[in-house]
C-alpha cells in the first residue's frame, strides 16, 4: 500500500468524530495517518483521549493569539511543521479565515450535522425540528470560505422521530456521524469519493 496521509485533526471539546476517526486509523489499510490532534481550547476533553490513544496533541489558545489572522498563522505554521498533508475538522467550534481555507484549498475536510445545504451553522438541529422535516442527516464536504460550503462528499440520512427534541435528534444524527466521517474519508482519499456539489448518499438508520 502506498504511504498514508498525514491528517491532522482540530477540535474543541470532546472530539467524538475524532475518536471514531483515530479508530479507524489504526486499520492497517485505512489510507490515513492521525499524526496530530489541535484544539484552541486548552481543556477540550478530546485532548486526553487522543493522547491516550498515543496521538501527538497541540494546543492553540485562540484566546491568546490576538485576532483571526494570528491564530491562522499560527495553525498554518504548526501544520506545516508536521508535515500535514490533510486537514480534518471535528467539533473545531472557530470559523477559519479566507486565506488559511485557501492556502489549504482541497486539504480541509468538514462534517456537519444536517443534510446541507440545508440547515447551516450551530443551530442545525433546532433548525431541523423548527422546519418539521422527517429526513435529517450529516454530510462530509470539502471546506470552502463561505460557513458549511463547499462539495459534498458524503451524507448520511437520519429520520426525525415524533417527539424529538434537539438532544435526542442529537444523539442520533451523532451516532450516524462516527460512522460517516470514517468512510469519507477513507472514499476521498483513495479516490472513490468524488468533491462534486452533487451528492453521494450513503443511508444509515
Not at 485562540?62 to 500535514?84: C, M, T, W, Y
Not at 490533510?86 to 468538514?110: D, K, Q, Y
Not at 458549511?148 to 427534541?165: E, F, N, R, W, Y
Not at 452533487?198 to 438508520?205: N, Q, Y
Request: glycine share 8%; proline share 5%.
Amino acid at each position: 500500500m502506498s504511504e498514508k496521509t498525514r491528517v491532522a485533526i482540530l477540535i474543541s471539546g470532546r472530539g467524538s468524530n475524532m475518536a471514531a476517526l483515530i479508530a479507524a486509523a489504526k486499520e492497517k489499510d485505512y489510507p490515513a495517518e492521525i499524526a496530530l490532534v489541535v484544539s484552541n481550547r486548552p481543556e477540550a476533553e478530546g485532548l486526553k483521549t487522543a493522547q491516550a490513544r498515543g496521538i501527538q496533541t497541540a494546543v492553540l489558545d485562540h484566546k491568546q493569539a490576538g485576532s483571526r489572522e494570528a491564530f491562522d498563522g499560527a495553525l498554518h505554521q504548526l501544520l506545516v511543521q508536521q508535515n500535514i498533508q490533510l486537514i480534518c475538522l471535528a467539533g473545531f467550534m472557530r470559523l477559519l479565515t479566507p486565506g488559511f481555507v485557501m492556502s489549504w484549498e482541497g486539504r480541509i475536510i468538514n462534517i456537519h450535522p444536517s443534510l446541507l445545504p440545508a440547515f447551516k451553522g450551530i443551530d442545525a438541529h433546532a433548525q431541523t425540528l423548527a422546519a418539521g422535516v422527517k429526513i435529517t442527516g450529516c454530510t462530509v464536504h470539502i471546506v470552502e470560505p463561505e460557513m458549511d460550503s463547499g462539495p459534498i462528499l458524503a451524507q448520511a440520512a437520519v429520520p426525525v422521530l415524533p417527539g424529538d427534541t434537539e438532544e435526542t435528534l442529537a444523539a442520533r444524527v451523532l451516532q450516524a456521524e462516527h460512522r460517516l466521517y470514517p468512510m469519507a474519508l477513507w472514499l476521498y482519499l483513495t479516490g472513490q469519493a468524488f468533491p462534486s456539489d452533487e451528492t453521494d448518499m450513503l443511508i444509515s438508520a
